[in-house]
């Protein structure tokens, strides 16, 4: 298992690009099971979570290929048989949004369930809801779920709560239904925005991209399709975080700046300088920071992918701020690691108060799941002194190589590989 040698007091400076979004990448990989075309994605990540994409993928039938983290391109000309099991789908959450394109093509899928993980229960209710209004058999069985539906026909579905995963299993399921479907309190995370696009491309007839219903007229088959995924605003804003919490200088490049605007709004109002410009983010902050308030909520709000990341940086800002944790139930496993680095915070249900500033002093610490992993490096990079983030495998489903990125802005971390 690897973990990273973090020496920390280094304002980091300089320019980085960010990478494919993974959470915009692993639905549209989803996607190619919906056509015998091939479709071809110009970048990627070079990532655990899009080779467990892939494998998934290989293992249905469809030929994928592609040096990790170039172009990829995926041709599902048949599936012998739609289903996806347990060992595969508990590598990655994820693989469960192969269900509605399976069930669509197919007329059956049986997917096992994903259960739930380090950051919350993670229930799959509103994607089997959605479903079944478009005429869906569901049953669960032995922890699958088992789907039929000999014809999908349009429908109404009311997400109950606003769910990502589930509005691309339910939109996926609604291109090749019968008829129309509308889609409502849907998801509006730019990573479904960039799914809706990439399936009109194939032929797709959507209307609403990007707002929180979508009108969904179904077609009789989808063709292939070349596209390029959005950019990963969650890395863009882990590194733009990174600057300010380092009282450095950073420019983010190959990013859509509207996609981290919470965040921005947020470092403006702690004294940071944000300069967007085009494609590209420069923070800086030469007079420190203030402490701020964050709620998580679904799209444009504050995202909980950044939620972690933020408590580090309101550990360096003066004053009293709060993180209130909207989205899932148990997604504060970093605070007592930040507290053993000598962080003052405060838990009351979901939410944390952080007095600050702190002196962070570098501890061993350990990881308990992607987003935590990134807090710690950052709490590393502001500490005095060495810290260790353990069990960097997390990290590495998410963020390609990011010891690297950091080095190319000054930062000091190693990496040091374990058996
Ligand atoms: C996606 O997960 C992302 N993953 C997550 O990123 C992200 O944190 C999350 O959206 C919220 O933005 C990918 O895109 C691969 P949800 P997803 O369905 O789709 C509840 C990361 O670090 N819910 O929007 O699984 C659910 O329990 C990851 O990159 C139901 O109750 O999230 C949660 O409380 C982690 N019933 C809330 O909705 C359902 O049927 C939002 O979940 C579905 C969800």
Redesign the pocket.
């Known amino acids: 298992m690897d973990r990273f040698v973090i020496e920390g007091g280094v304002p980091l400076r300089g320019s980085v690009k960010v990478r494919t979004a993974?959470?915009?990448l692993?639905?549209c990989m989803a996607a190619t099971l919906l056509t015998p075309e091939p479709l071809e994605f110009a970048g990627s990540a070079d990532l655990r979570?899009i080779a467990s994409m892939a494998e998934l993928l290989r293992h249905l039938g469809a030929e994928v290929e592609g040096e990790p983290g170039g172009p990829i391109r995926v041709r599902a000309a048949k599936i012998p048989e739609p289903e996806c099991p347990y060992d595969l789908v508990r590598k990655?959450?994820?693989s469960?949004?192969t269900l509605g394109p399976l069930l669509a093509r197919y007329g059956r899928a049986r997917v096992s369930l994903p259960g739930g993980?380090a950051?919350?229960?993670?229930?799959?209710?509103?994607?089997?809801?959605g479903l079944a209004a478009l005429g869906a058999d569901i049953r669960i069985e032995h922890g699958y779920i088992e789907a039929s539906a000999p014809v999908l026909r349009g429908g109404e579905v009311v997400?109950?709560?606003?769910?990502?995963?589930?509005?691309?299993n339910v939109l996926m399921a609604a291109v090749l239904a019968e008829g129309r479907s509308v889609l409502r309190n849907a998801?509006r995370?730019p990573?479904i925005g960039d799914l809706a696009r990439l399936l009109v491309k194939m032929g797709a007839r959507i209307e609403g991209t990007d707002s929180d219903t979508l009108t969904v007229e179904g077609v009789k088959a989808l063709g292939g399709a070349r596209h390029a995924c959005i950019s990963d605003r969650?890395e863009a804003g882990t590194l733009l975080i990174a600057a300010a919490l380092t009282g450095g200088d950073v420019t983010v490049e190959e990013i859509v700046p509207d996609h981290v605007e919470a965040l921005l709004v947020k470092l403006r109002a702690m004294g940071a300088r944000v300069e967007p410009g085009g494609s590209a983010v420069r923070v800086s902050c030469p007079d420190g920071l203030s402490a701020a308030d964050v709620t998580t909520a679904?799209?444009p709000a504050y995202?909980?992918?950044l939620q972690a990341q933020f408590m580090a940086l309101l550990t360096q800002a003066r004053g009293v701020g709060s993180v209130k944790e909207t989205?899932?139930?148990n997604r504060f496993m970093h605070v007592p690691e930040l507290q053993r680095m000598g962080a003052d915070i405060r838990i009351d249900g979901n939410m944390a108060v952080v007095t600050g500033p702190t002196p962070l002093k570098g501890a061993p610490t350990m990881a308990s799941?992607?987003?935590a992993s990134a807090c710690l490096v950052l709490a590393g990079l502001a500490a005095e002194g060495t810290s260790e983030v353990r069990r960097i495998y997390h990290l590495d489903?998410?963020y390609e190589r990011l010891e690297e990125r950091l080095a190319v802005l000054g930062a000091r971390v190693t990496r040091v590989k374990e058996d």
């Open positions: 993974k959470n915009a692993l639905p979570d990655m959450r994820a469960v949004v993980c950051i919350g229960t993670r229930p799959v209710d509103q994607h089997l809801k997400f109950d709560t606003v769910t990502v995963g589930g509005t691309q998801a995370e990573e969650v679904p799209y995202p909980t992918d989205i899932f139930e799941d992607l987003r489903r998410g």
